[in-house]
């Protein structure tokens, strides 16, 4: 029986926890912190990358390798931005941890700061996240009353302030050089790279963007030491990640499993399997973005290089599920409709090719769809993907190319009834 | 134009940022918050000022973001999520009852100025769906019986316990 790992949720999970400074503390926080600060920060990042931590915002990308890119002697301050953005259809497990644990997600984000050398870290919050919002900032102003923040980080003699960021509801802005002109006080829109952010970020000024899921284990990693952590995962996809499991299952939920567990087995014995007992039609494994996979393909491991193998990608470890009952036709159409609408109408295969997705799906739900239409569909999808300034047009291609293989039959079909 | 209070926010806002223009959203949002959740061109011009940005760059950047309104929202704003796993276990329904319940469509106010709706894309609730957020407070797991309970309760709340947008 599959059973959590538990790190990240630890204190979560314990009875009576409340995520205050208080708890925290008595639950063995900010002793990460302490350790960090006793090492040079190039330390603290080559055990970050011994331990082989990967991004949890989608891509997967090695962070301390992230952290080694960081431009120094450019004479400017440099940053770390915490992407807290958390809008891909899916995915809800940051929220989980501002939420409930603030300071073991607050602790790796000051490492991360000192690491990188940064005085002030800023973590971009998506506007709808209130109480989350909520949340950190009272955490964040408790660090500051105990003397944790402030011009003596933990007592030291670093400096270090953190401010929360409010967004306003824009998913491109969890792309990250989207996100920075919006901390810029922009619209948020995809800068063209390079430079990237590590040399030219915020206010052009060297920056590491990192996801919430991605910090918080940075306090872990100095917890526990790289060969703990690495030892916690599979090969090359180390230490544990946070599953949000949704859609036809019987226990949907934010669980914390060991990264390369299997995928059936997080469906079936911590999701308690598809409800209503009906049979299981698809799974998308990583955020709507995600190629869809067939009930028949998901017997994998759930890491990303397992689900990457399987044509697919494990993205910000959002599985969705649905069961036979499913019309993917409509499932698609509402995927299409939500890149349509957050297409920040830069690029022109992104911004025309979302609305004729739309508009063709649309067109087969009114039972007005033809092999023309199909085809044409394959066509927009396809030409979207790998030519546009950010991963948007991505996103919207892989659904699209990936529904019409896995499931052509539910397409015809409403044209078949048409005619 | 801000209340005292809110004027401290904004000065605390505008310390934290090595530009005043970074704190342009941020600002937007305490505007907005403060002109009972919208924005008009008169509370634009005054962020513009505090920004030290043009009141076009402000207005450019405000109809970028869904969270800035330009009409007055109702006391309750129902924001309610369709997106793709809300979809999958019955968002849509959720925000049909709701039009149905309150006699409008989503992007309007009732007549009384009690609740608007909006339809939202995803407000990552999904592992709680369906779910909607009304003003600042998430609601999940989602039934008809649920919301007409809450319309009810809602309906009904004297105007000094209110919690507001």
């Known amino acids: ?285 990583g955020g709507s973005s995600s190629p869809v996979l067939r009930a028949d393909e998901i017997d994998i491991a759930y890491d990303f290089d397992s689900v990457g193998k399987a044509g697919s990608m494990m993205g910000s470890s959002a599985i969705m599920v649905f069961d036979e009952d499913t019309d993917v036709v409509k499932l698609l159409h509402r995927i299409s409709r939500f890149y349509n609408h957050e297409s920040c109408g830069q690029c022109t295969p992104c911004r025309e090719g979302t609305h004729w997705a739309r508009q063709l799906l649309r067109d087969f739900l009114q039972n007005n769809g033809s092999e023309r239409k199909l085809n044409r569909l394959q066509r927009v999808g396809r030409n979207m993907g790998g030519t546009t300034l950010c991963a948007l047009g991505d996103a919207a291609s892989m659904p699209i190319v990936s529904f019409l293989k896995k499931f052509p039959d539910d397409f015809r079909q409403y044209y078949a009834t048409a005619s | 134009m801000f209340s005292p209070e809110t004027q401290q926010q904004v000065d605390r806002l505008l310390s934290r940022y090595p530009i005043r223009r970074n704190a342009l959203l941020p600002l937007l949002h305490l505007a907005q918050k403060e002109n009972q959740g919208w924005l008009d061109s008169k509370w634009v011009n005054h962020v513009a000022e505090l920004c030290e940005v043009s009141p076009t760059h402000v207005e450019g950047v405000a109809t970028f973001y869904t969270m800035f309104r330009f009409r007055p929202p109702g006391k309750y704003h129902l924001q309610v999520c369709t997106c793709v796993p809300c979809c999958l276990v019955g968002g849509p329904e959720i925000l049909e009852h709701l039009e149905h319940k309150l006699g409008i469509h989503a992007g309007h106010t009732t007549k009384d100025g009690l609740f608007s709706i909006e339809e939202m894309e995803c407000i990552g609730a999904c592992a709680y769906a369906p779910a909607m957020i009304v003003n600042e407070d998430y609601v999940e797991q989602l039934t008809p019986e649920k919301i007409d309970q809450l319309l009810d309760t809602l309906a009904t709340t004297p105007q000094e316990q209110e919690t507001h947008a």
């Open chain 1, 1 to 285: 029986m599959l059973e959590e790992t538990l790190v990240l949720f630890r204190n979560i999970r314990t009875p009576g926890y409340d995520g205050t400074l208080d708890s925290y503390r008595k639950a063995g926080g900010y002793q990460s912190l302490p350790k960090a600060l006793a090492m040079q920060p190039e330390e603290v990042i080559a055990l970050v990358k011994e331990a082989g931590l990967r991004g949890r915002g989608g891509a997967g990308f090695p962070t301390g390798l992230k952290w080694s890119f960081m431009a120094k002697n450019t004479g400017k301050p440099s940053y770390l931005v915490c992407n807290a953005d958390e809008s891909e259809p899916g995915t809800c497990k940051d929220r989980e941890l501002m939420l409930k644990d603030p300071h073991l997600f607050l602790e790796g984000m000051m490492i991360g700061c000192y690491a990188l050398g940064c005085h002030h870290g800023y973590i971009y919050v998506r506007g709808e996240y209130f109480p989350a919002i909520k949340s950190l900032n009272k955490a964040i102003d408790d660090c500051y009353r105990e003397g944790i923040l402030g011009p003596k980080l933990l007592g030291g003699d670093y400096e270090l302030d953190l401010t929360v960021h409010t967004g306003a509801g824009a998913y491109i802005c969890g792309e990250e050089s989207a996100l920075l002109d919006s901390l810029e006080g922009k619209r948020g829109h995809p800068r063209v790279k390079p430079p990237f952010p590590a040399v030219a970020g915020f206010n052009s000024c060297p920056t590491s963007v990192n996801n919430v899921e991605t910090l918080t284990n940075v306090t872990a990693i100095l917890e526990m030491g790289a060969d703990a952590y690495k030892s916690l995962g599979s090969p090359n996809n180390a230490g544990t990640h946070l599953v949000s499991l949704s859609g036809h299952v019987n226990r949907p939920g934010v669980y914390e499993v060991a990264m390369g567990v299997g995928l059936r087995e997080i469906i079936q014995e911590l999701g308690g399997g598809v409800r209503g007992g009906k049979q299981l039609k698809g799974v998308i494994p």
